[in-house]
T-cell receptor, first 112, second 115 residues
């Protein structure tokens, strides 16, 4: 999924630990998103950023914070990880309103 | 309450036959509908879309049908090929109300193409 780079690809945390998921795009788009995917739950929006300097909550924001550092980068932070945050996290960019989304390859996070 | 439902968690189809994946939505305000395909260990990729002004959109082997009165859309794959084995998500949204932040995804259907 060229254009959207997520790091790390895998991470294991203990309950209470913190970490930041990084996302960078080279497609020069304004809108960036963080989704999580859980078995049987589909894709759920955590936070999004319509442009540099703005962020908004999605469907499941609790336990997360985000930073839109610049136009290229949008990070997702877990301050105190919980087992319920075990999931696959996708960084996503959009070329515009209602246009097809471009997904990164995901970060698989396990919280024990 | 689910706004977008994909009632079949999995579907098995023989190679060469037609695969039909279904999606139902509840909000009649939705007017933009998309299908995404996901392979293991990869992010979903956009497959095909349709707006509410149409009832059919075709792209090669893939056709999406929209029945607005029934609030139902379906994805047809003809003929099915082994590389079509993947999880398929439908997503719905509104042109007027929001951007991608307005998209709601179904839970996905795992399509398995058998040789």
């Amino acid at each position: 999924n060229a254009g959207v780079t997520q790091t790390p690809k895998f991470q294991v945390l203990k309950t209470g630990q913190s970490m930041t998921l990084q996302c960078a795009q080279d497609m020069n788009h304004n809108s960036m998103y963080w989704y999580r995917q859980d078995p049987g739950m589909g894709l759920r929006l955590i936070y999004y950023s319509a442009s540099e300097g703005t962020t908004d909550k999605g469907e499941v924001p609790n336990g997360y914070n985000v930073s839109r550092l610049n136009k290229r980068e949008f990070s997702l932070r877990l301050e105190s990880a919980a087992p319920s945050q075990t999931s696959v996290y996708f960084c996503v960019i959009s070329t515009g309103r209602n246009s097809p989304l471009h997904f990164g390859n995901g970060t698989r996070l396990t919280v024990t | 309450d689910q706004q977008v439902k994909q009632n079949s968690p999995s579907l098995s189809v023989q190679e060469g036959r037609i695969s039909i994946l279904n999606c139902d939505y509840t909000n009649s305000m939705f007017d933009y509908f998309l299908w995404y395909k996901k392979y293991p260990a990869e992010g979903p990729t956009f497959l095909i879309s349709i707006s509410s002004i149409k009832d059919k959109n075709e792209d090669g082997r893939f056709t999406v049908f929209l029945n607005k009165s029934a609030k139902h859309l379906s994805l047809h794959i003809v003929p099915s090929q082994p590389g079509d084995s993947a999880v398929y998500f439908c997503a719905v949204g509104r042109y007027s109300g929001g951007g991608a932040d307005g998209l709601t995804f179904g839970k996905g259907t795992h399509l398995i193409i058998q040789p």
